[in-house]
């Protein structure tokens, strides 16, 4: 009777162990799942990091070519300012050139005629003398 009460307790033994090596599997084969879940997050979120820094990137290339043109832009536009800048200045230096020029004619003309119109009063007075003698 021992013996088979032993023999029980040995198939019982085995049994219990085998339930534990079966249970210690599920629990490895659960935390490899679980491990391999994770990292598929971390995967996951590391191509999802990697494609916004991308993103950025492009978007900094964009605003710069941008600032590049604009930059481009201007300076031709200051390029432009200067040139009719200096195109009125050059046109401003002629019409002050040519006011001059015609107040120095109208001050010659009125010389002119201020001289013409006492040359004319000199002779009718010399006229009027020659009728008066």
Request: one cysteine or more; aromatic letters at 2%.
């Amino acid at each position: 009777a021992r013996d088979a009460e032993l023999v029980a307790l040995r198939e019982s033994a085995r049994r219990l162990e085998s339930e534990l090596d079966d249970e210690r599997a599920a629990r490895r084969s659960r935390e490899e799942e679980a491990a391999a879940r994770q990292k598929n997050r971390e995967e996951t979120a590391a191509d999802k990091f990697r494609a916004e820094v991308d993103d950025l990137r492009r978007q900094r290339e964009t605003a710069l070519d941008e600032a590049r043109t604009m930059a481009l832009h201007y300076s031709e536009q200051c390029e432009e300012l200067q040139r009719v800048t200096s195109e009125r200045d050059r046109h401003a230096g002629t019409i002050r050139k040519l006011e001059s020029d015609v107040g120095e004619m109208s001050e010659s003309r009125r010389r002119e005629t201020s001289s013409l119109e006492g040359r004319q009063k000199a002779g009718e007075t010399e006229e009027m003398e020659g009728e008066s003698s």
